[in-house]
C-alpha cells in the first residue's frame, strides 16, 4: 500500500523560509516522478514544481527563484525548499505520485501540510 506522509508546513513570516518534506512507502521514489501542488482557499489547485523519475526538475513561473524541488533516493524523500516566502504562498501543500510504470499517472496523494505566510 502507497502512503505519502508531507510535513513541515507551520505559520511564518513573509520573507522566511520553510521546508517541505514528503516521504513515500510502498513506492520507490527514484524511479517515479513526483510533484507538489498547492491548494488555496476558494482558489483551484496548483501545480507548484515537480520531479521525474530521471531528475528532470521545473517549477511554476509564480515560485521559480524561491522554491527549490529535490529528491533522497535514500531516504525515499521528496523536499520542497520554499525561500522568500509571500502570503499568496499560503495554502495547503499535497505530495503528489506517479504510479510506476504507468507514466504519467500521477495516482497517489498525501494529506497535505498547510503553510501560512503572514505578511
Known amino acids: 500500500q502507497v502512503q505519502l506522509v508531507e510535513s513541515g508546513g507551520g505559520l511564518v513570516q513573509a520573507g522566511g523560509s520553510l521546508r517541505l518534506s514528503c516521504v513515500g512507502s510502498?513506492?520507490?521514489?527514484?524511479?517515479?516522478?513526483i510533484r507538489w501542488y498547492r491548494q488555496a482557499p476558494g482558489k483551484q489547485r496548483e501545480l507548484v514544481a515537480g520531479?521525474?523519475?530521471?531528475?528532470?526538475?521545473n517549477l511554476a513561473d509564480s515560485v521559480k527563484g524561491r522554491f527549490t524541488i529535490s529528491r533522497d533516493n535514500v531516504k525515499n524523500t521528496v523536499y520542497l525548499q520554499m525561500d522568500s516566502l509571500k502570503p499568496e504562498d499560503t495554502a495547503v501543500y499535497h505530495c503528489?505520485?506517479?504510479?510506476?510504470?504507468?507514466?504519467?499517472?500521477?495516482?497517489?496523494w498525501g494529506q497535505g501540510t498547510q503553510v501560512t505566510v503572514s505578511s
Open positions: 503528489n505520485a506517479e504510479q510506476y510504470p504507468f507514466r504519467g499517472n500521477y495516482k497517489y
Open positions: 510502498g513506492i520507490i521514489f527514484s524511479v517515479n516522478g
Open positions: 520531479i521525474t523519475a530521471g531528475g528532470t526538475t
